[in-house]
Structure formats: structure tokens, C-alpha cells
């Protein structure tokens, strides 16, 4: 006499040698579709935490890797620590500038820019551009003169007028500049450094703006 057929059961898995199939092993089923949604979940709590710790360590090192091309190739972030350039640059501002600008322009007479200080390059320094390459500059009853002209330059970003000394002459070489700061009585410019000149590949930055404490652009 056949053995009865469980109605959990197709074929049994028994005597007969036919293999068990489950509920909840058929998709169609109540049973299927419960085992279905629990699968995932157990999976997801196996590896949860340590996705989210791998997406978060990639989105840090992508800001890092960000940041630093911005700043080594892009942009140049600097404060001031001196009153040199004061009123223009507070001592103690933030200032950004562009390191693209001198990579596919050149520097103009009035430009302020961050570069290697030529008596110690391990320094930054913070100067107006005052003479261009192959230009002469005299300094005579604190007014400066360019070329050989018999009007001074006009310096309106200057903090006050400049205490006379003894008459000065530079002549810029060729691929160099010659900068002072605008705070001219308290600013330890190309006037007094050993090295006088900046050399082309020195600069680093054009200034751009303030961006602490108070958001300006700087010119």
C-alpha cells in the first residue's frame, strides 16, 4: 500500500529516494518570499559596519588628495604675519592667491605676490611689485622714480609717504622684479635685502583676496 504524500512535501525525501523541496525553498510561496527578505538582511549585518567604515576612509582620502593638488598646483593659502603691506594686507590676514597666474601670464607692476624671500627661501614673503625686468628705479625725498622719469610713480595703496633717505638706484635684471611693501617705513623690502632681486621662478602666487577676517578682494 503507497505511503501518503506530506502536503509539506513534494516526492518525500525518504524511502523513496525522491528529494525534499521545502516551502520555504519555493519562490512562489508565503514561506519563500519571508526566507527571501530575511537572507539579505542577515547578509547586510555580516558587512554592514565595515562598508560604511571603507566608504567613509575613501571619501577622506579623496578630500585629502583633493585638497593638496588645490594647494601644491592651484591656489596658495597664507597668513600674514607682519604689518609690511598694511593698510592693504592687516597683519595677521588670510590671503589666498593663484599660482596659475604667473604659469600663463607675466607678473605686472602692482601685483602683490607671495614668493621665496631671495636671502632665505625656506620663507615666504608677502610684496608689491614695484620694478619689472630691465626697469631703473631711484628713491629720492621718499618718492620713487622709474626709467630715468622726473614724475614719482603714483602709489595711492602706500600708508604713508615715505621718510626720506639717501638717494637709491636699482637696475632690475632681466627675469627678476624688484618689490616693496606698502607700509614702506616699517617694511623690510628689496631695499634693504642682500639679495635684492626676486627671480622669476621664485614667485609663487598673485594675491587675489582676503578671505580672513573679513572676506575682500585685494588689489
Given at each position: 500500500m503507497e505511503e501518503p504524500v506530506n502536503s509539506r512535501e513534494i516526492g518525500g525525501i525518504s524511502d523513496?529516494?525522491?528529494?525534499?523541496?521545502?516551502?520555504?525553498?519555493m519562490p512562489?510561496?508565503?514561506?519563500g518570499k519571508k526566507a527571501g527578505r530575511q537572507q539579505p538582511e542577515k547578509e547586510e549585518k555580516q558587512g554592514g559596519?565595515?562598508?560604511?567604515?571603507?566608504?567613509?576612509?575613501?571619501?577622506?582620502?579623496?578630500?585629502?588628495?583633493?585638497?593638496?593638488?588645490?594647494?601644491t598646483c592651484i591656489i596658495a593659502n597664507s597668513e600674514v604675519p607682519s604689518g609690511s603691506m598694511e593698510n592693504t594686507i592687516?597683519?595677521?590676514d588670510r590671503v589666498i592667491g593663484s599660482r596659475l597666474s604667473y604659469k600663463f601670464?607675466?607678473?605686472?607692476?602692482?601685483?602683490?605676490?607671495?614668493?621665496?624671500?631671495?636671502?632665505?627661501?625656506?620663507?615666504?614673503?608677502?610684496?608689491?611689485?614695484?620694478?619689472?625686468?630691465?626697469?631703473?628705479?631711484?628713491?629720492v625725498d621718499g618718492h620713487v622714480y622709474l626709467n630715468g622719469s622726473e614724475t614719482p610713480l603714483d602709489e595711492p595703496y602706500i600708508r604713508e609717504p615715505m621718510i626720506p633717505e639717501e638717494?637709491?638706484?636699482?637696475?632690475?635684471?632681466?627675469?627678476?622684479?624688484?618689490?616693496m611693501g606698502d607700509n614702506r617705513n616699517y617694511s623690510s623690502d628689496a631695499r634693504r635685502w642682500k639679495n635684492t632681486y626676486v627671480k622669476r621662478e621664485k614667485l609663487v602666487a598673485k594675491v587675489l583676496?582676503?578671505?580672513?577676517?573679513?572676506?575682500?578682494?585685494?588689489?
Open positions: 523513496s529516494g525522491r528529494d525534499t523541496v521545502r516551502e520555504e525553498d512562489g510561496t508565503e514561506a559596519w565595515k562598508q560604511e567604515v571603507w566608504e567613509w576612509f575613501k571619501i577622506i582620502i579623496s578630500a585629502a588628495a583633493i585638497a593638496f593638488f588645490l594647494n592687516m597683519t595677521g601670464g607675466d607678473p605686472e607692476r602692482g601685483d602683490i605676490v607671495i614668493f621665496r624671500f631671495p636671502d632665505n627661501e625656506e620663507i615666504y614673503y608677502v610684496k608689491r611689485v614695484i620694478g619689472l625686468p630691465g626697469d631703473t628705479i631711484d628713491i638717494p637709491m638706484h636699482f637696475e632690475v635684471p632681466e627675469d627678476s622684479y624688484f618689490m583676496f582676503r578671505y580672513f577676517p573679513k572676506p575682500s578682494r585685494i588689489k
